[in-house]
């Protein structure tokens, strides 16, 4: 049987998950192709909601790492993949969103914005780091 641990665990993640997918692969993109929507408005939103998921994120994040070390069904798998996708989600608030907020910062001021930065890609690489290890992680911990 699950503990209490165990089981809000495996709710974090999926729930982590699920607010990843959405936000990152539906409502990013999509955003963009609203009407009305010009690049700056969307950056703006943007800068909003990603600042407001990887605030979450790292809450999720916290709360994964207290109740695996509370818990006793962290085995290596567990650790490996909660580790990868922490490491994916400070790469992203560390190394990435700082150049994509200095960019988003310039674009807001009447900067050009006709070509798009690189730097999103970067982005984008992680969060398709971070979906699979939560996804493994999800899966781990429901087997143990």
């Not at 999926?14 to 539906?26: D, E, H, K, N, Y």
């Not at 809450?59 to 990868?84: C, M, P, Y």
């Not at 907020?101 to 984008?124: E, N």
Request: charged share 10%; with cysteine.
């Amino acid at each position: 049987m699950m503990s209490g641990a165990q089981a809000l665990a495996v709710a974090v993640t999926f729930v982590w998950l699920g607010m990843v997918c959405a936000i990152s692969f539906i409502e990013a993109p999509l955003k963009f192709r609203a009407p009305g929507i010009t690049i700056p408005l969307g950056l703006g939103i943007g800068r909003l909601v990603f600042r407001a998921l990887n605030s979450v994120e790292t809450v999720w994040a916290v709360v994964l790492i207290i109740t695996l070390a509370v818990g006793s069904f962290a085995d290596t798998g567990i650790v490996v993949a909660l580790a990868v996708a922490v490491a994916a989600l400070a790469a992203q608030i560390i190394g990435v969103r700082p150049v994509l907020t200095k960019r988003s910062d310039a674009i807001l001021a009447g900067g050009d914005h006709s070509h798009r930065s690189k730097i999103h890609f970067v982005y984008v690489g992680l969060e398709l780091v971070k979906v699979p290890a939560l996804i493994a992680l999800g899966i781990l911990m429901l087997q143990a």
